[in-house]
């Protein structure tokens, strides 16, 4: 578990790129959020304009205490103040809805091309990749850049914005104290640009162990049973622990760094305010500006620094947001499994298949400098039953694998009926076969909705005889709900049990081919005769693949393949291979010899 889950990421990251793709992958959506994003800034403006109408005020206010104060003017001015302050929220409010929708959109969006994502990629990429950390894509990564969307990209064009909108109010109303409110906050600024640069390789490490732990913790949930039987609670704590640790460690740094930023701005806002007072004190005793001006470059002083920190803020989220970005990008980036033209294939119906099949001269290797099928090659009538047999590794469930199209074979050529594989679509040879495999799978449904997967015109009645037939109908009836009852993971089913309700599954389902992988590995003796009773009936008539290693079970198979190293090395039938007395026989025969 620890190979996957521990590595750090080795590879170059590319910020600039990750952003600019998140750029033009909202393209859709860039007429909305150029709109809200113009409304911020016209929110913004409006905001600025605000002191420059205080000093207004001050300044009537100041010149009417010697004779009398203009109220008609300050009403002029506070109602003109409140009509500004009002448009400016109504406008920030309409830019925060648009926003909050185009984040949802692109949440939606990009969650569904992952998930489309997935169904494309080759069981390769799964070989070599946790589902933890596809979990954590789906989830962490696109939440990070939503919220950094909904929040950070319009908090970005406000700062700036109110930046330059300040700055250009101070040298308008006054420009030696605008040069002193500048020289006291430019220190700040440099300051934090030197933070984000060190700081950017935290946020990048937080989300790879936020996958990592994701991982690690899927993998040890699903594992629960040989954790705890082997006693390794200990040790996949210490996992945990490590990845924790790292995790906190980032997490603590990057958020220093990120903390350093509010604090500082205060500072510098303080020091701001220090600065403009005792200057704005010393030209307002020279009769240089009235005191209005000193009000208004109070307010100025923290406009000004307030940007500072929202910059600090919104590039910490920017940060993050790089740092999820590669990571989405670089899995709707991998490599795809082949695209089909259906034009170019042929199109394979149950009804007109008859159920023969030929493996000619197959090679094949996982990876291309290790080959594991060397040459296999057989002949499959239809509605015989084949089994493969032979010692682990030997290459038995690979077969199966070429076979459904889930690899493509390095040379050679496997034919239904005559037609080479590699001209029908992988939907096309899915919908010839029905598997049971030795990992059952059941989702959170009615045991009905189990058996019936994905097939629309299977009636109740053909699941109750199904389930009768492999002998779960006594079980499903002692049921609170019987056939409706609700499998979730706290069900107390056996592990026989759950491989009788995937043979149902593939009982209800009339396809010309079955492949039946250690079906019978997770029942009982007495199960097992029921179950290869079942089976003899749902391999009447098609034509049948079956793996295992009780070779007990496979006596009364048409032909059996026996594989060692990825080659055939004996076929023939139960009594044939045992009159040879080769490795099939010695296989059988240490099965039984105690």
């Not at 629309?456 to 049921?479: F, P």
Request: hydrophobic share 45%; charged share 20%.
């Amino acid at each position: 578990m620890r190979g996957r889950a521990g590595q750090v990421s080795e590879r170059a990251k590319d910020f600039k790129g990750s952003l600019k793709k998140l750029l033009h992958y909202n393209k859709n959506f860039i007429i909305l959020i150029v709109i809200a994003l113009s409304l911020s800034m016209i929110s913004t403006i409006l905001a600025i304009i605000g002191p420059d109408k205080l000093k207004e005020i001050t300044n009537v206010i100041t010149a009417g205490i010697a004779t009398s104060i203009d109220i008609n003017k300050i009403k002029e001015i506070g109602l003109l103040l409140l009509i500004i302050y009002i448009i400016s929220l109504l406008f920030d409010y309409i830019q925060g809805v648009i926003m909050a929708v185009v984040t949802n959109k692109f949440s939606k969006k990009m969650r569904g091309e992952i998930a489309i994502k997935i169904n494309k990629l080759p069981l390769s990429y799964y070989d070599k990749t946790t589902v933890g950390d596809v979990l954590s894509r789906v989830t962490n990564d696109v939440d990070t850049i939503s919220m950094t969307m909904n929040q950070s990209l319009s908090t970005l064009v406000s700062a700036l914005t109110m930046f330059i909108g300040t700055l250009f109010m101070m040298f308008h109303t006054n420009s030696t104290l605008a040069i002193v409110a500048i020289l006291s906050t430019v220190f700040g600024f440099f300051l934090m640009i030197v933070i984000m640069s060190k700081s950017q390789k935290y946020f990048d490490a937080v989300q790879n162990r936020l996958g990592d732990i994701n991982g690690h913790i899927e993998e040890v949930f699903s594992g629960q049973n040989v954790v705890k039987v082997y006693n390794a609670t200990s040790e996949c704590l210490k996992e945990f622990d490590d990845i924790n640790e790292s995790l906190f460690e980032n997490a603590v740094k990057s958020q220093f760094f990120s903390g350093l930023m509010h604090p500082l701005m205060n500072f510098i806002g303080n020091l701001g305010y220090v600065c403009v007072c005792i200057v704005g004190a010393i030209l307002t005793m020279n009769g240089t500006i009235s005191f209005g001006v000193i009000v208004a470059f109070m307010i100025y002083v923290r406009l000004f620094t307030n940007p500072l920190s929202q910059f600090a803020q919104g590039l910490t989220q920017l940060q993050s947001t790089a740092a999820a970005s590669e990571r989405v990008f670089e899995f709707l980036d991998e490599e795809e499994m082949p695209l089909q033209d259906k034009k170019n294939f042929i199109k394979l119906t149950r009804e007109d298949v008859k159920g023969n099949l030929e493996f000619d001269h197959v090679k094949f290797g996982y990876d291309e400098d290790k080959v594991i099928i060397k040459d296999f090659s057989a002949k499959v009538k239809a509605g015989e039953k084949i089994a493969i047999v032979g010692p682990t590794g030997a290459g038995k469930t690979t077969i199966v694998n070429l076979l459904m199209k889930f690899y493509d074979i390095n040379s050679g050529e496997i034919r239904i009926d005559g037609v080479p594989i590699n001209k029908l679509t992988r939907e096309n040879v899915h919908e010839l076969f029905t598997m049971v495999l030795q990992d059952t799978w059941l989702f959170n449904g009615t045991i009905k909705e189990n058996i019936r997967y994905n097939q629309k015109n299977i009636s109740d009645e053909q699941i109750k005889e199904a389930c009768r037939v492999v002998g779960l109908e006594h079980y499903i009836k002692t049921l609170p709900h019987g056939y409706n009852t609700i499998l979730g993971d706290a069900d107390s089913l056996s592990a026989g049990q759950k491989q009788l309700l995937t043979i149902a599954r593939s009982m209800v389902i009339n396809t010309p081919f079955l492949i039946l992988d250690e079906a019978t590995s997770s029942v009982d003796t007495r199960t097992e005769k029921l179950v290869q009773d079942a089976m003899d009936k749902l391999t009447k008539g098609r034509t049948s693949f079956i793996i295992a290693h009780r070779l007990s079970t496979i006596k009364n198979a048409s032909l059996i393949l026996v594989m060692k190293d990825g080659n055939i090395v004996e076929q023939g039938n139960h009594e044939e291979l045992l009159a040879k007395n080769g490795f099939y026989a010695e296989l059988y025969n240490s099965q039984f010899q105690n």
